[in-house]
């Protein structure tokens, strides 16, 4: 008789997809706001891509620091929360023990199943606290290169998102020009972004997708009103 192994396939890198999303928002949105705001101000493409990508290297390595630390915060709590777990386990075994009953009495178990549980998971003091950390924490163990991957993930996709609106510019000769192009380009993206991204996260595509536009377009206009205003008032 064979028997065939069954896998189940789930969402298991939200922490990437989290990143990816944090970085090319930004990314769209940001440089996009920017270019917008100096398209109102200077008479030259040149200024506006020097200062998007500028805006971009500064941009990313910002994103991805941020990414990074946020990922070693997450490894030093985790650690700092075992080591209490751990501490608590041989310090005071029969209080740990009851909390483990506690969660299995949540699920309807009896008290005799409870007991038994309880103790034959005090045999292994390791993976007893790998179920009180997950159980009763909450917290799952950070991956070992989660820090440096959420850096280089927000950081790549920063770039990828700051490109797009900045590309109109080099293929224009006007700020004006190239100000219509980098909108309707970084729109299209934007809704497409927003579209693809709720659907992965599970909410509305549509509204998700209108939503993250809407907050690009908004950023742009009131960049690009106040450079204008401000190039005003100084000539």
């Not at 009953?101 to 178990?109: N, S, T």
């Amino acid at each position: 008789m064979s028997h065939t192994h069954h896998e189940e396939d789930h969402l298991k890198s939200s922490a990437f997809i989290s990143d990816i999303v944090i970085g090319m928002a930004d990314g769209l949105t940001v440089p996009f706001a920017l270019a917008a705001g100096l398209s109102g101000a200077v008479h030259s493409n040149d200024v506006i891509i020097t200062a998007g990508i500028a805006e971009i290297v500064a941009g990313s390595i910002a994103m991805g620091l941020g990414g990074y630390l946020a990922g070693k915060t997450e490894q030093e709590h985790y650690a700092a929360e075992w080591k209490r777990e751990a501490d608590e386990v041989e310090r005071v075994p029969e209080r740990e023990k009851a909390e483990v009953r506690e969660v299995f009495a949540d699920y309807g178990l009896s008290e005799e199943t409870q007991h038994l549980i309880a103790d034959e998971m005090a045999r292994d003091k390791r993976k007893w606290v790998e179920f009180m950390m997950k159980f009763e924490l909450g917290l799952e163990e950070p991956h070992a290169n989660r820090a440096r991957n959420s850096a280089a993930t927000i950081g790549i996709a920063y770039i990828v998102g700051g490109i797009i609106p900045l590309s109109a510019y080099l293929f224009t000769n006007t700020p004006a020009t190239g100000l219509k192009f980098s909108s309707l380009l970084t729109v299209i993206c934007l809704f497409v972004f927003g579209y693809y991204k709720s659907k992965v996260t599970g909410q509305d595509p549509l509204q998700g997708a209108l939503k993250v536009t809407l907050i690009g377009v908004i950023a742009a206009a009131a960049a690009f009103f106040v450079a204008r205003m401000f190039d005003q008032l100084l000539s």
